[in-house]
């Protein structure tokens, strides 16, 4: 992030108080109030978001992933409860290897095996990189290796798959549900973890924040940037390594199993593969990129991120793959097309809108868009410690068009996925549903942070770029 240190005190003061926020600037680490409102969407995601990842594997265990005939079934009376529940596969020590091998092998591949993909790969920024300037005006160091992590454990994935034969590839699939358990265990022993540490041996107690909610903290996080040792940093590690390195290997372990049932792999679950694929390793090659992202910058690390990157991301984003296993769909080439190119478009949008911001930070606006010197909104902010900070947001390019274009060509790519598997069910189209009412309201709470952090900027911004996500429309 672009800012400059100023001279403290009495004259930063002032020009906090001129930027009509004095009340709130210090607080722009964690600007959401815990109102009645977010306290019972809260609730409700603690008591409902495990039992409807459970919901959604299960119909399709059982279901065909039809989601309404349990329902029906279970209104009607023709089952209960307990039926379903008994035939709910249960944790084995299969599983529990599986599981324990996996994630030890993405910690020593994320601790102990330095960058050496940017000394040969152009463009490719890895090694040590920094983070933005947290609430406490720390900057935190990071080990970039998530590409490299991604590359040999699919080479490995691959070599095994052809040449070794040690596990079968379908091996995800097959114990897709007694992993499930593993992840939740994991997530919540992450996310219970990371609260006790917050309260007693915080990494930078500066940039913990205490809501005096129990619940408001444990799931949107105490401690900013929780840390084992040095290196070892929770939300790196976790979003990306249980979460998104799996997402692929989930995948290729779903094409395995049409494979192995059907004798051939469909033109969808080959798109949805391709595509979620691109996306994957659009983050693994932007890793250092990532750092300046929401997640990084500004959520502390409770049971939203640690249980969500174990439980919600492997198994909710992956459901197009697991829905073709069950209904293996071909599409004819007009409509595989017709989806591919929605895919790509929505990808670029998404690429060029988050590197546009990402060019123009680095470079503190000295940077060519579309071939023209950006234009843009100067801006302030402080620290907790009273430290003033310039900034400056964007209103040329893709920022110009919309304050979230990234999210719209991120939306793009999300429904290409679910089109993919055609509309016999609604379950494969949970993720752009989901996706949607994740970016509308990241959006919101984006914009509600950055009018606590930026003030009257942040208005004169919102009044030169009027809409969110559709130029027109919202
Ligand atoms: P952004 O990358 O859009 O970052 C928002 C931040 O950028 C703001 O808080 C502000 O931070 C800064 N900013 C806002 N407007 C401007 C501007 N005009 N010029 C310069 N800087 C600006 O949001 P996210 O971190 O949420 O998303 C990153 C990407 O990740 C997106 O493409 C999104 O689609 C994707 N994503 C995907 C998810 C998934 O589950 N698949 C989940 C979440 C995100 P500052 O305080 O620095 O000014």
Redesign the pocket.
Known sequence: ?AAHHEKKSEERKHKSTQNGTQASQGQWGRAWEVDWFSLASILFLLMFAPLIVYYFIMSCDQYQCSLTDPLIDLLMGNKHLSDIWNKTPTLTYTAAGIYIVWVAFQVILYVFVPDFCHKFLPGYVGGVQEG?VTPAGVVNKYEINGLQAWIITHVLWFANAYYFHCFSPTIIFDNWIPLLWCANILGYVVSTFAMIKGYLFPTNAKDCKFTGNFFYDYMMGIEFNPRIGKWFDFKLFFNGRPGIIAWTLINLSYAAKQQELYGQVTNSMILVNVLQGIYVLDFFWNEAWYL????I??DHFGWYLGWGDCVWLPYLYTLQGLYLVYHPVELCTANAIGILMLGLIGYYI?RM??HQ?DL??RTNGNCKIWGKKPE?IECSYMSVDGTKYY?????SGF?GWA??F??T??LMGSLAYCLACGFEHILPYFYIVY?TI??TH?CIR?EH??FS?YGKDWKR?TAA?PYRLIPGVF
């Not at 300046?292 to 997640?295: L, Q």
């Not at 900034?391 to 209103?395: A, G, I, N, R």
């Open positions: 992030m933005a300046k992202t929401i997640d910058c500004h998404f809108t988050n911001k123009f930070r843009y900034s400056k947001l964007m209103t920022w304050r979230h990234n999210y060509g991120d996706m994740l970016l990241r984006d942070r950055c952090k911004y770029v």
